[in-house]
């Protein structure tokens, strides 16, 4: 927790309206919350929070295992899809709060697990959100998270789009650094004991290239923040489009989208 004025403030306002869109999207990660929860290993009467929630699918996957599960994230508008989505399971072991992984609102040792699905990554300093998620972890408590690694297709789109836009203020992270194993090694330091690493593939059906582009363009923060901006430049929109389909076209088989992750786990020092 940190009363001092936040250099990135600007950056956290437009990730919260960047996100609100995200709800129909989480179709797709609530299969990745189940790996994310099993490879945790959260077990039953644990305190679990789960940073940059969205719509809450793996604090929910996490409470349906007995956990006592608490749900942050920058986004209003997600939360309130989250705290619909643990009514319409009957959970009544869950909570939402408003938040920011730089700030976690939360006391020293408060809780057993702290997991992030494709959520801490977007806080602009990685060594403030490590300081803050190992601050609320009990004595030997664990962290685990999902990531995308930067030479696979989540993290090539987030250099395509990093690219085509405006730079980010000075100083903060791209988000795909976390899919590094040796960099999640490093910011994980001494606070940590080494961190196990597993991977997995988030599958994305589609029935075209253009239909999974057009549900990015309405649904991703990112990409629709990018189409928006060239929204009265045709030639500029069709050439990102065109590239947007030429990137994600390797990935794309089976009428699916493939989409690799990084799993790490690790214990508190
Ligand atoms: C790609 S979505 C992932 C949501 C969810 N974990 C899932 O897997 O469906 C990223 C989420 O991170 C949240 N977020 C971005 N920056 C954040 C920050 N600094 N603190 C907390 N949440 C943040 C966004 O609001 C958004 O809900």
Known sequence: MSSTIDPFADLKT???????????????????????????????????????????????????????????????????????????????????????????????????????????????RPEVAVAEMRRVLKPGGRIAFATWPPEHFVGRLFSFVAKNSPPPPPGAAPPPQWGSPDIVAERLGDKFEAPFFSRGVMQFPALSLSHYREFMERSVGPMQKLI????????????LRAGFETLAAPYYFGNMIRQEYLLTRAKAR
Do not use: C, Y
């Open 14 to 124: 437009r990730q919260r309206e960047m996100w609100a869109s995200f709800a129909p999207t989480a179709t797709f990660t609530t299969p990745v919350a189940a790996h994310l929860v099993e490879f945790a290993e959260i077990k039953h009467g644990e305190t679990v929070l789960d940073v940059g929630t969205g719509t809450g699918v793996v604090a929910i996957t996490a409470a349906r295992a007995g956990a006592l599960a608490t749900g942050l994230d920058l986004t209003p508008a997600l939360l309130d899809v989250a705290r619909e989505n643990a009514r319409i399971a009957k959970l009544a072991n869950t909570q939402w709060l408003e938040g920011d992984a730089e700030s976690l609102p939360f006391p020293d040792g408060h809780f057993d697990v702290v997991v992030s699905q494709f959520g801490h990554i977007f806080a602009p």
């Open 228 to 239: 928006e901006a060239s929204a009265n430049e045709p030639e500029r929109l069709a050439a």
